[in-house]
């Protein structure tokens, strides 16, 4: 198969679609690559590293949609991608249709006749989301070198560091949501010294978190009262909670901020479903912080963007195993043998195979199953 790497092209997306390792792990499988020519240049992976790898490098993304048999991307095609997009061609990347619908994408991925596998619908056996959650793990730690940074005095936080130091006491650091984000952040927190509690609902959660991390991490039931005590007595608060298919409950209030020490930090990770803190509002890496209350909000919606070398090798790692199998096996073959990549199937053949899409959007829904049938 002939797989084709453009660079990309949303704003300020330095991320590329595939490391040169797990190129050469394609070639190695017997397909061909192309790669964009300087798609990977401003975060260390040169052109020779693609080459070396075995890729054939490209001019321009024109030449590369109209020859690939498959697409690897990061972000969601933008108009002009999705215009170069042939009919059967594969798209696998980031789409992002639900639960924000998204009608102009999905519109042109219906008329480009594709066949779109989006990343962040592809499942696993722990009910999990394992091509997201290599950008949540990113966050996570993101969070707490974000959080520790605000609470600088030059930025405006309160000048504490986190660790403490022997005779003073180590920052107190809540982290709110207990799944891949807030277990990430916690472990960074505890890494550092701070003395870290982690809120959830789920009591199984908590005992899994209790009974992997020991005394070292306090775990607390996650009600309003909860919430608020543990809020206003922290240095640093993370917002980590997802409740799939909704919007951030809004957990901390206006009120409580009245309540918490001038210049301490908030990092609502969870800014992507709308926020978890209710003043909130979504930042860039550009301009990360603001204050409200006396207490610095960093509610950057692209956290994994930051640190986009990192983010492109962890996601190759997690993407590659499906990208072989989509190559390897044809993607009728390969979604049929695996129920979990064929959760990922969104559009096909001018069709909408995720339920929520269609519902949102005012399509047919055809069930992959179907769809891929014949
Ligand atoms: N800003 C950014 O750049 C990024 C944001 N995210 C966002 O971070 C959030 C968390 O993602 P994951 O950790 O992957 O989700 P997850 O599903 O692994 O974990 C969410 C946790 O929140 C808990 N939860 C739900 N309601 C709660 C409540 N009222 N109180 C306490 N805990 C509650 C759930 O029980 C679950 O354990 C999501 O909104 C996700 O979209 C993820 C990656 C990057
Ligand atoms: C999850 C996602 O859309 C991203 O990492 O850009
Ligand atoms: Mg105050």
């Known amino acids: 198969m002939l797989i084709g790497i453009p660079k990309e092209i949303k704003n300020h997306e330095y991320r590329i679609g595939m490391t040169p390792a797990g190129v050469r792990e394609l070639i190695e499988n017997g397909h061909e690559v192309i790669v964009q020519r300087d798609g990977g240049t401003s975060i260390g992976l040169t052109n020779d590293q ?3 790898a075995g890729a054939k490098l490209i ?9 690939a048999d498959m697409i690897i991307k990061v972000k ?3 108009p ?3 215009k170069m997009l042939r009919p059967g061609q594969l798209l696998f990347t980031y789409l992002h249709l639900a639960p924000d619908p998204d009608p102009e994408q999905t519109k042109l991925l219906v008329e480009s006749d594709c066949v779109a596998v989006a990343y962040e619908t592809v499942t696993d056996a722990n009910r999990g989301l394992p091509l997201l959650a290599p950008m949540s793990e990113v966050a ?3 969070a707490i070198q974000a959080g520790a940074h605000a609470l600088e005095k030059a930025q405006g936080g309160l000048g504490v560091l986190l660790g403490g130091v022997p005779g003073v006491a180590p920052a107190k650091v809540t982290v709110i949501g207990g799944g891949v984000v807030g277990i990430n952040a916690a472990r960074m927190a505890m890494g550092l010294g701070a003395d870290v509690t982690i809120l959830d609902r789920s009591l199984p959660r908590l005992k899994e978190l209790d009974a992997q991390y020991g005394p070292q991490l306090k775990t607390l039931y996650s009600s ?3 919430v608020e005590q543990e809020v206003i007595n922290s240095d640093l608060v993370v917002g980590a909670v997802l409740i799939p298919g909704a919007a951030a409950p809004k957990l901390v209030t206006r009120a409580m901020l009245g309540k918490m020490k001038n210049g301490s930090v908030l990092v609502d990770v969870a800014i992507d479903q709308g926020g978890c ?6 930042t860039t890496h550009q301009e990360p912080t603001y204050e409200v209350d006396g207490v610095v909000h960093y509610c950057v919606a692209n956290m994994p963007g930051g640190v986009a070398r990192t983010s492109t090798f962890a996601l190759t790692n997690a993407t590659l195993p499906f990208a072989l199998a989509l190559a390897n096996k044809g993607y009728k073959k390969a979604l049929k043998d695996d129920a979990h990549l064929r959760n990922g199937l969104n559009v096909h053949r001018g069709t909408i195979n995720f339920e929520a899409v269609a519902n949102d959007l005012g399509y047919e829904y055809v069930p992959a199953e179907q769809a891929i049938a014949e």
């Open 50 to 52: 693609y080459e070396a």
């Open 59 to 67: 001019d321009t993304p024109e030449e590369i949609f109209a020859s």
């Open 76 to 78: 969601e095609p933008q």
């Open 80 to 82: 002009n991608e999705c």
């Open 140 to 142: 996570g730690r993101m």
């Open 224 to 226: 309003a009262e909860s």
């Open 277 to 282: 803190f209710e003043t909130s509002k979504a």
